[in-house]
């Protein structure tokens, strides 16, 4: 057999699946574990949504849709981007894809050309350096500590940026940190990036969970310059706790849909046909759904921060959306893999090393669990901490 693609062989295997399975097998083997890996609410879709999948089912909604999805989703789409974003799509500059993580696979793959730079802020989510480097493109990190509430600021973004930059992963609320760029920020990038005519990719996914009286801003919502040079993404997974159902979109400039709409014709055909009735009916009817489990995600929020911040040696900004939280470990002397191998295997807690999103001094915990499943796995994760630190 021929070399394969040299792009494909270096990808890195993703360290959440990696430590998630992990401690699936040890649950297999009937060993208590306390899993905080999981990327995913753990909140069954609401039955309304499940209904409407199955009502298409029933009907013989089982053929192929128009490549970007069905014209009724389509249209559900642009009208909440204009009612909860401010964002003024048309349906036809919108395309539903496999997930907002095809999504933005297929955004970079239509906009980068070989050698392209992708300015992505670090910590980042583990799969865009990946996807840029298959694009062809080549991603230049940017690195905000947890001193600086892992943020970037304008002046890093604006050195950051060479002749060759032509797109901005932005990430808010941010997977792994949870936290939360504020409008005068995002203008501040956002003018940036108008001014040097580099594309916005603004991956909006968590956008629904924002904390202690927080508001998300969509960033092509700041102007029409800004609009036009913005990609917004966002999509049903986390919001409507619809991770498998596999439905994403994104919306922009029609000339870019276009042509997105050309590349996904010929890898994904169209998305899964019932879901997306499924997706019609989370956007028209899900929002009580939303609410009432950001209220918990909330609680849960504030209680893993009060537990870790009480850990000595443990430094961590207060997460202001998704459902992540980031501490910083560097002051117990192990790097993040050995520190999360460690911490699953002597107490029984999964959590995912920092080294995967760019930061090598954190782990990343999902409080996507119950309260009590927090509560027992910080006391384990306290007591970890206590050994080392002798």
Not at 132 to 146: E, K
Not at 211 to 226: F, K, N, T
Request: aromatic share 8%.
């Amino acid at each position: 057999m021929k070399p394969l693609n040299r792009s494909i062989l270096a990808i890195e295997p993703s360290a959440t699946l990696a430590i998630a399975s992990r401690a699936k097998a040890m649950v297999k083997e009937g060993i208590d574990v306390c899993s905080f890996a999981a990327g995913e609410p753990d909140f069954d879709t609401p039955d309304l949504i499940k209904d409407a999948a199955i009502d298409a089912l029933r009907k013989g909604q089982t053929k192929y849709t128009p490549v970007a999805g069905l014209p009724d989703l389509t249209r559900a789409i642009a009208a909440k981007l204009k009612r909860d974003n401010n964002l003024d799509y048309k349906p036809e500059q919108i395309i539903v894809s496999c997930g907002a993580k095809h999504s933005i696979a297929l955004i970079l793959q239509t906009l980068c050309n070989p050698g392209d730079e992708v300015i992505i802020p670090s910590p980042y989510w583990l799969s865009y350096p990946e996807m840029a480097r298959v694009a062809g493109a080549v991603p230049r990190f940017i690195d905000a500590t947890w001193k600086q509430n892992f943020k970037i600021t304008p002046a890093q973004f604006e050195a950051a940026i060479t002749p060759r930059t032509v797109a901005f992963i932005l990430n808010s609320p941010s997977n792994p940190t949870g936290m939360v760029y504020n409008e005068s920020e995002l203008r501040a990038f956002a003018d940036l990036c108008v001014k040097h005519n580099i594309t916005i990719i603004s991956d909006e996914i968590y956008e629904k969970m924002v904390y202690d009286g927080q508001r998300h801003v969509s960033v092509a919502s700041l102007s029409p310059e800004i609009f036009a040079n913005t990609i917004t993404v966002n999509g049903f997974s986390k919001a409507y706790a619809m991770p498998g159902w596999r439905l994403g979109y994104s919306a922009g400039p029609l000339p870019f849909i276009k042509a997105m709409n050309a590349l996904q014709s010929h890898c994904a055909s169209a998305p899964n046909t019932f879901a997306q009735f499924g997706g019609i009916t989370a956007i028209e009817h899900g929002d009580a759904s939303i609410r009432e489990m950001c209220v918990a995600f909330e609680a849960r929020s504030n209680r893993i921060h009060q537990l870790i911040s009480a850990i000595p040696g443990i430094h961590c900004p207060k997460p202001q959306g998704a459902f992540y939280i980031f501490p910083n470990i560097a002051d117990f002397g192990l790097d993040s893999l050995t520190f999360a191998r460690e911490l699953l295997d002597r107490h029984h807690v999964a959590v995912v090393p920092g080294v995967a999103f760019g930061n090598d001094n954190c782990v990343r915990l999902s409080y996507a669990c119950g309260m009590a499943e927090i509560e027992k796995g910080l006391a384990r994760f306290a007591a970890f901490c206590a050994e080392i630190k002798k």
